[in-house]
C-alpha cells in the first residue's frame, strides 16, 4: 500500500537516545496508529491520533511520545530508548472507526535497541 | 480492559487440510475485524463482522461472529501455500482496536 510509508525500515539505536519513527499517508485519513508487534503479544496499540492535534493513550504508551501537528504526518518518538522497546513498529490509518475497509498497515520499521 | 484471546498459537497442517483460529473476548464486542500477516509483512485487512450470528465467506475463507458477539472464528477449507502467516483478530472498545495475539499458520506442501 504506498499511500502509508513509514521511515526508516531498520534502526538500530543505543539505549537513552532519542529516535523518532516516521509516518506519512496520503489520503488524508482522520485517523492514525502505532502499534508495536512482539512475540507473544500479538499487535499492542501505543498512541492513537483522531484529527490533527488531537492524540490519546492507547494501551502500552509509557516510553513514547506522538504529535500530529499535519494530517498526513504521525511521528513517534522515544524520548530515552530502553531495550525493551526493541520491537517491529507499525504505523496505521483510517479513514473512520470501525469502517468497512479496516486499518491499512505502513510495511513496519524494526527497531532494535542495544 | 478489554481482553481478545486468540487460539491456538500455532498450527501446522499439510496442504489440503482444513484450518479454524478462534477469538473470544471477555467483553461484548461492537464488530470484530480480521487481519492476515505474511511472514516479513504487515497486518492486511480481510474483513470486519457486525452483526450478532454474522457469516461471511470470502473463497475459502468463512468469518464467523458469535450470536452473543463475543467470540469469532475463522475457518480456511482445504489449505494451500499461499494461506501461510499470521492471522489477526480484533475488537472494538472506546474507539480503540485490540488484537489478539494472533494464529500462526504454517502449511507443508
Known amino acids: 500500500d504506498a499511500g502509508i510509508t513509514q521511515s526508516p525500515r531498520y534502526k538500530i539505536t543505543e539505549t537513552g537516545r532519542q529516535v523518532t519513527l516516521m509516518c506519512h499517508q496520503t489520503w488524508s485519513h482522520s485517523y492514525m496508529f502505532w502499534y508495536r508487534q512482539d512475540l507473544g503479544h500479538g499487535l499492542r496499540l501505543i498512541y492513537y491520533s483522531a484529527a490533527a492535534d488531537i492524540t490519546d493513550k492507547g494501551e502500552v504508551p509509557d516510553g513514547y511520545v506522538v504529535s500530529r501537528s499535519k494530517t498526513e504526518n504521525f511521528p513517534l518518538t522515544l524520548e530515552s530508548a530502553t531495550r525493551s522497546q526493541t520491537s517491529v513498529y507499525f504505523c496505521?490509518?483510517?479513514?473512520?472507526?470501525?469502517?468497512?475497509?479496516?486499518?491499512?498497515f505502513g510495511s513496519g520499521t524494526r527497531l532494535t535497541v542495544v | 480492559g478489554q481482553q481478545v484471546m486468540q487460539i491456538p498459537q500455532y498450527q501446522h497442517v499439510q496442504e489440503g487440510e482444513d484450518f479454524t483460529t478462534y477469538c473470544n473476548s471477555s467483553t461484548t464486542l461492537s464488530n470484530i475485524q480480521w487481519y492476515k500477516q505474511r511472514p516479513g509483512g504487515h497486518p492486511v485487512f480481510l474483513i470486519q463482522l457486525v452483526k450478532s450470528g454474522e457469516v461471511k465467506k470470502q473463497k475459502r475463507l468463512t468469518f464467523q461472529f458469535g450470536e452473543a458477539k463475543k467470540n469469532s472464528s475463522l475457518h480456511i477449507t482445504a489449505t494451500q501455500t499461499t494461506d501461510v502467516g499470521t492471522y489477526f483478530c480484533a475488537g472494538f472498545q472506546g474507539g480503540k482496536l485490540i488484537f489478539g495475539q494472533g494464529t500462526e499458520l504454517s502449511v507443508k506442501p
Open positions: 496505521a490509518s483510517s479513514a473512520i472507526i470501525g469502517g468497512l475497509s479496516g486499518y491499512t
